[in-house]
């Protein structure tokens, strides 16, 4: 079963930066595509931004377009998400995920890692 670790997390001032990363046991067919989401408290769970290994494409939620960037380090198996000029309502806790492409749901999920920022 293929597991997702994310870590990076932690708290920062408003325009702070943060770097999280993921990193998958394997790489398999099921990783091909990685999202990166979060949950703010009292809020529905939001996608922030997603990474396919083929052709590294990239899609990103509108309000953090500009801000945050994901990359990805293929000998690691791991993905990044570089969160710049942070501001407090990016406040949540962040997950990555994992699926086969966009054809298919998120099926493979991390633990989470709480961003707090500070205004």
């Known amino acids: 079963q293929v597991q997702l670790v994310e870590s990076g997390g932690g708290l920062v001032e408003a325009g702070g930066s943060l770097r999280l990363s993921c990193t998958a046991s394997?790489?398999?067919?099921?990783?091909?595509?990685m999202g990166w989401f979060r949950r703010a408290p009292g809020k529905e769970r939001e996608f922030v931004g997603s990474f396919s290994w083929s052709g590294r494409s990239t899609l990103y939620l509108d309000s953090v377009k500009g801000r945050f960037t994901i990359s990805g380090d293929v000998a690691k198996n791991t993905v990044y998400l570089q969160m710049n000029n942070l501001k407090p309502e990016d406040t949540a806790v962040y997950y990555c995920?994992?699926?086969?492409?966009?054809?298919?749901?998120?099926?493979?999920w991390g633990q989470g890692t709480q961003v707090t920022v500070s205004s």
């Open positions: 995920a994992a699926r086969v492409n966009w054809r298919h749901e998120y099926d493979i």
């Open positions: 394997e790489r398999t067919l099921r990783t091909e595509n």
